[in-house]
């Protein structure tokens, strides 16, 4: 009778025991799947900010281009057709120094692009400040052929490294 007893005893703790055991397992999923949650949301959130870093390089690229262009062609006409250049508006951060910036915090590999596309600037840079306050008036048609020919050839440059930076990216970006 003692055994039976024991028995009956026992069966009263199962539904206990078995209550225990399923709010244990139910606390250690929900925790579970709180962590896998968690690292889900840091990881998308990273892929998101760097995915957000390497558009605004690509736009910076662009940006630096196009101002580039526009500089060659106000440069130009100041060499044949004496037309005044215009100050561009001055920003908060230059684009050079902000792709300069981005890169070298967060996209190390594209150092190496980087410079070379800068390097291209540069060079642009030292020929358009030496036609913008030269004296053009006096000078031959074949002088300022020479120089506008030069201009248009740094450009090319510029815009050939920025090909190569938007690959690039697009290759960071696949990756």
Do not use: C
């Amino acid at each position: 009778m003692s055994d039976a007893n024991n028995v009956s005893s026992l069966t009263q703790w199962v539904p206990v025991i078995g209550t225990l055991a399923g709010v244990f397992l139910g606390f250690i999923a929900s925790f579970l799947i709180a962590i896998y949650n968690k690292s889900t949301e840091r990881r998308d959130s990273k892929e998101e900010r760097e995915r957000k870093r390497l558009e605004r390089i690509y736009e910076l690229v662009i940006e630096i281009n196009t101002e580039r262009g526009t500089e060659m062609g106000n440069a130009i006409n100041w060499i044949h057709y004496s037309t005044p250049i215009k100050e561009n508006e001055s920003k908060d951060i230059s684009p050079i120094i902000e792709l300069e910036m981005i890169t070298k915090l967060y996209f190390p590999s594209l150092d190496s692009n980087r410079k070379e596309f800068i390097n291209k600037v540069q060079k642009f840079g030292t020929k358009y400040f030496e036609t913008r306050f030269a004296k053009w008036q006096n000078e031959t048609k074949e002088k300022k052929q020479e120089v506008s020919g030069v201009l248009v050839s740094l450009n090319k440059e510029i815009n050939d490294e920025s090909e190569k930076m938007k690959i690039a990216l697009v290759k960071l970006i696949k990756a």
